[in-house]
């Protein structure tokens, strides 16, 4: 482990619930008909301030992915996972994308879940693990 540097971003953001660093902003969002074992998740273009695990392939609802773990760079908790390969055609656009877990993130309206029921369009993902 070197030494914590976490950049800080401008705009309406999400950050880490149990420490506040700074993770994505809500215009990166792709989708937000991912989830999780929690519950909902986020599929972002870009986030910020992660440190990733190992390489794994993963059986997802959409197929078999190769992912990483993502964690907070401060404090270590495991807030998602990023899309290192889709092994589907049709799910490469997830490729270099990252899913955080709703349930980790505090987002710009505060620590609420946003509780409309959304239409599932598009992809959604599970973490069988
Ligand atoms: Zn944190």
């Known amino acids: 482990m070197g030494r914590i540097f976490a950049v800080t971003l401008e705009g309406r953001i ?24 929690h519950g909902k998740a986020y599929l972002f273009d870009k986030v ?42 049709s799910q490469k656009y997830k490729e270099g994308k990252s899913v955080l877990e709703r349930f980790k993130i505090i987002g710009p309206d505060g620590s609420d879940y946003w509780t409309s029921h959304e239409a599932h369009i598009g992809a959604s993902d599970a973490d069988d693990a």
């Not at 999400?14 to 074992?37: E, P, R």
């Open 14 to 37: 999400y950050s880490c619930k149990h420490c506040g660093t700074h993770l994505a902003l809500t215009q990166d969002i792709v989708s937000k008909s991912f989830h999780c074992k």
């Open 48 to 89: 910020a301030n992660i440190t990733t695990g190992e390489k794994e392939d993963r059986m997802m609802m959409t197929g078999m992915h190769t992912v990483v773990d993502i964690f907070c760079v401060r404090c270590g908790s495991i807030i998602g996972w990023k899309y290192e390969y889709a092994h589907e055609k």
